[in-house]
């Protein structure tokens, strides 16, 4: 049975396990999963920044990273500008941690996650933004369709900018709540991994987004129950998760495609 004091960040972690599948797919689909990596680092940046100078944390961190999303809309180079964000944002927080012992117990949890500590302020948020998503869904959908890396119909027109424009705010929100509840690496694991590993098999967008929701809430729920049953914190066994899981699917599929060879 589990503790009421569990229940909690467990409801917590299946929303924003949910969002961050969403997410990831859309990120995919755009051929832009590298802002990821530049738009959860920022959002740190702009945590411990706020916790060193004792300001409101969740504000500045969306601040920040829909700055950050917006410079790397407009530039030409989005893979090299995303990848030199994300490493100027590790270097800001480590020299943040580094000189203000506040910001450096900020860092620590923007690195680790505080899923175990979340409060209901958090658990309200995650709920109010899943609700949103739900009622964006379709919006979204139809923003990530026409916008793609390589659309299948030539003649759609491009995304209105009042969509891009929410589309771009869903996603910083999104990548923001996440990398504050599952800490950077995980959020980053959850955005990537399910969506990735779910691309390989699915029929049509429909058929990955339920395969991505699906998968991140299996190995969410499988990091979950390992880490309680080991005592380990859980964002590094979330990663592990992932990384298991897709192992595990690559085998399977390997063994589908093995006996069909010629020679095999």
């Known amino acids: 049975?589990?503790?009421?004091?569990?229940?909690?960040?467990?409801?917590?972690?299946?929303?924003?396990?949910?969002?961050?599948?969403?997410?990831?797919?859309?990120?995919?689909?755009?051929?832009?999963?590298?802002?990821?990596?530049?738009?959860?680092?920022?959002?740190?940046?702009?945590?411990?920044?706020?916790?060193?100078?004792?300001?409101?944390?969740l504000p500045i961190a969306l601040g920040v990273s829909g700055a950050m999303m917006w410079l790397l809309?407009?530039?030409?180079?989005?893979?090299?500008?995303?990848?030199?964000?994300?490493?100027?944002?590790?270097?800001?927080?480590t020299l943040l941690a580094a000189n203000a012992p506040q910001a450096s117990l900020a860092a620590a949890r923007w690195a680790e996650g505080q899923l175990y500590f979340v409060?209901?302020?958090?658990?309200?948020?995650?709920?109010?933004?899943?609700?949103?998503?739900?009622?964006?869904?379709?919006?979204?959908?139809?923003?990530?369709?026409?916008?793609?890396?390589?659309?299948?119909?030539?003649?759609?027109?491009t995304p209105s900018l009042s969509a891009r424009l929410l589309e771009a705010g869903w996603?910083?929100?999104?990548?923001?709540?996440?990398?504050?509840?599952?800490?950077?690496?995980?959020?980053?694991?959850?955005?990537?991994?399910?969506?990735?590993?779910?691309?390989l098999q699915a029929r049509c967008l429909q058929h990955w987004i339920q395969r991505t929701i699906l998968l991140g809430l299996i190995t969410f729920m499988a990091a979950w129950w390992l880490s309680l049953w080991w005592d380990q914190p859980f964002?590094?066994?979330?990663?592990?998760?992932?990384v298991a899981m897709g192992m595990l699917l690559w085998g399977l599929r390997l063994l589908r495609v093995l006996p069909g060879r010629p020679g095999g």
């Open 235 to 242: 964002a590094p066994m979330l990663i592990i998760t992932h």
């Open 1 to 57: 049975m589990l503790p009421d004091m569990l229940w909690l960040p467990l409801l917590t972690g299946v929303g924003m396990t949910l969002l961050l599948a969403l997410a990831g797919v859309g990120l995919f689909l755009k051929g832009s999963a590298w802002q990821a990596l530049a738009l959860s680092q920022w959002a740190a940046v702009g945590g411990v920044a706020a916790s060193a100078l004792s300001w409101p944390v």
């Open 171 to 199: 996603l910083v929100a999104v990548i923001v709540m996440g990398a504050m509840v599952f800490g950077v690496p995980a959020a980053l694991s959850t955005l990537l991994f399910p969506a990735w590993m779910s691309a």
């Open 119 to 157: 409060v209901p302020s958090d658990t309200w948020a995650v709920i109010g933004l899943t609700l949103v998503s739900l009622l964006l869904f379709w919006t979204l959908r139809r923003t990530w369709l026409r916008g793609q890396l390589a659309p299948n119909v030539a003649s759609w027109v």
């Open 73 to 93: 809309r407009v530039q030409r180079q989005a893979e090299h500008a995303a990848l030199a964000s994300f490493l100027a944002g590790l270097a800001l927080v």
